[in-house]
């Protein structure tokens, strides 16, 4: 049991990365120290922002993600995730290069989804993940319901990227919290019967009892398909 070597490719962002290694110890049912996995956390933070890249042309994050999966194969890393999301729009350049099993959490997601029977959800995400269809494009017998751009820009990105308040700059508590509630809500009435946090920082300041409908993790998801294979 939780003989192989996992590899995390995190940096993006750093907090994000250390949230859900923590959550993998945590999750893990061990009795010492040496039945826990054996993880390799490539970090590297110096990667260009995935959302700039996508919408605006940005330096692309490509390379530094090749050279992260180069660095877990070296490490003889056997199976991975991705912690953050709007990087799986590189995900099948990236699949190309693993000499891993690189899994993807937006799949995984969506088959625990279809299992619990959810048929229309909301999705709170970064504009990248949400204009490349990363969610809508998979999730093509699920109804996919997502802020309107107005709220997008004030509430959502606003929360996750402002330089001041924001969860990226380290602020998890107050504004950000409570701009994320108010565009859950709303999706909320709009019918969803479930959320997705569809951005690691969005995920990591939210439990699955937070709203009234179930809230749901990509990334929580990906570490308990990991942890049920091991069983």
Avoid: W
């Avoid at 945590?26 to 390799?40: A, L, N, P, S, Y």
């Avoid at 660095?71 to 709007?86: D, G, Y």
């Avoid at 799986?88 to 290069?97: I, V």
Wanted: aromatic letters at 6%.
């Amino acid at each position: 049991m939780n003989d192989k070597i996992l590899g995390i490719l995190g940096g993006m962002g750093p907090e994000a990365t250390a949230f859900y290694y923590t959550q993998l110890i945590k999750r893990t049912h061990v009795k010492r120290d040496q039945d826990h996995f054996h993880v390799i956390i490539e970090a590297n933070a110096k990667t260009p922002d995935r959302t700039q890249a996508i919408l605006k042309g940005k330096e692309s994050p490509l390379p530094h993600l090749i050279e992260s999966i180069h660095r877990l194969n070296a490490m003889k890393v056997e199976q991975a995730f991705i912690t953050c999301i709007t990087s799986h729009y590189f995900f099948e350049s990236l699949k190309q290069e693993a000499k891993f099993e690189l899994l993807n959490a937006i799949d995984i997601l969506h088959e625990r989804l279809i299992a619990d029977g959810i048929t229309k959800v909301g999705i709170l995400a970064t504009s990248g993940t949400l204009k490349t269809g990363l969610f809508k494009n998979r999730f093509t017998e699920i109804e996919l319901i997502q802020p309107d751009d107005d709220i997008q820009e004030k509430l959502v990105m606003d929360a996750i990227y402002n330089p001041e308040t924001g969860i990226k700059s380290g602020h998890v508590s107050g504004r950000p919290i409570d701009e994320l509630r108010e565009a859950a809500n709303i999706l909320i009435a709009q019918g969803a019967q479930a959320l997705i946090g569809g951005c690691t920082e969005i995920s990591m300041v939210f439990g699955p009892d937070d709203f009234s409908v179930p809230f749901y993790d990509p990334m929580l998801a990906t570490i308990d398909h990991i942890l049920k294979q091991s069983d």
